[in-house]
């Protein structure tokens, strides 16, 4: 009798503790975290995995902040061997043309294929490739349209004509050139980082410096906010590139 009494209570305990502490996310580890995003508590190792990914963090975050003073050891070496790949495809690019590749980059990342088609890093070369070809060639005096060959590639080549078009419309100035030179390095970050068995391996780098870089912007407009508040207004400067 004691003995069936115990394990009642036991299988009692057990469910209780799932139900109060596991984690919504991955419904195994305990939830000791409060999620600010989510409203609720979550585990540490989804904190530090899913946060900017998965789980649109705010600014004010304790736990987003924490970890961007002081990374994991295992975070900034990684960071380290993302730039040190990154580095030979941007060599030479203009601090504008530096803009503008990472603008493109942010239009790959928002770009979802129709359908049940995943974009690859083929379709991303193949994309900025008949961008850069169109624009081109189009400076020689021949009008012409370059089409890639696959429907997430054609996909994000007007995503990418009309991010051009939308940067124009906010009375930034871009040339044609530096475009091409932009799109052409991420035709060869896309072709030389992608990997025999990881289709994905280009988009993937980028997506760590993505965040990398939007924690960083974040964190530059929130510091310069005051300040900008406090002096007169300044005359928009033509040319800088400004990101919609």
């Known amino acids: 009798m004691a003995a069936r009494n115990f394990v009642a209570i036991a299988r009692a305990a057990w469910v209780c503790k799932a139900?109060?502490?596991?984690?919504p996310l991955c419904q195994t580890r305990k939830a000791k975290r409060n999620c600010t995003a989510l409203g609720r508590a979550i585990c540490?190792?989804?904190c530090g995995t899913k946060r900017l990914v998965e789980i649109s963090c705010p600014s004010d975050c304790p736990h987003l902040a924490a970890s961007r003073e002081h990374p994991p050891a295992v975070v900034r070496k990684?960071?380290?061997l993302d730039v040190a790949a990154l580095l030979p495809s941007m060599a030479g690019l203009t601090e504008r043309q530096?803009?503008?590749f990472f603008l493109f980059q942010s239009v790959i990342a928002r770009s979802k294929p129709d359908g049940l088609a995943r974009l690859n890093d083929e379709d991303v070369a193949e994309a900025a490739s008949a961008c850069a070809?169109?624009?081109e060639t189009a400076a020689?005096?021949?009008l012409y349209e370059h089409t890639p060959a696959t429907l997430p590639a054609q996909t994000l080549a007007g995503e990418f004509r009309a991010l051009l078009a939308q940067v124009r419309e906010h009375g930034a100035t871009v040339y044609d050139r530096e475009a091409a030179i932009a799109l052409r390095a991420i035709e060869q970050g896309a072709r030389t980082l992608t990997r025999p068995g990881d289709s994905t391996a280009y988009l993937t780098l980028?997506?760590?410096l993505l965040q990398v870089n939007k924690a960083a912007a974040a964190d530059t407009h929130r510091d310069s906010a005051a300040a900008r508040a406090a002096?007169?207004?300044a005359k928009t400067d033509s040319g800088s590139i400004i990101i919609p």
């Open 231 to 233: 002096r007169p207004a």
């Open 44 to 46: 540490t190792v989804c």
């Open 133 to 135: 070809a169109t624009i």
């Open 98 to 100: 530096h803009q503008l």
């Open 206 to 208: 980028m997506g760590r």
């Open 140 to 142: 020689k005096g021949v």
């Open 19 to 23: 139900c109060v502490v596991a984690c």
């Open 78 to 80: 990684q960071q380290e």
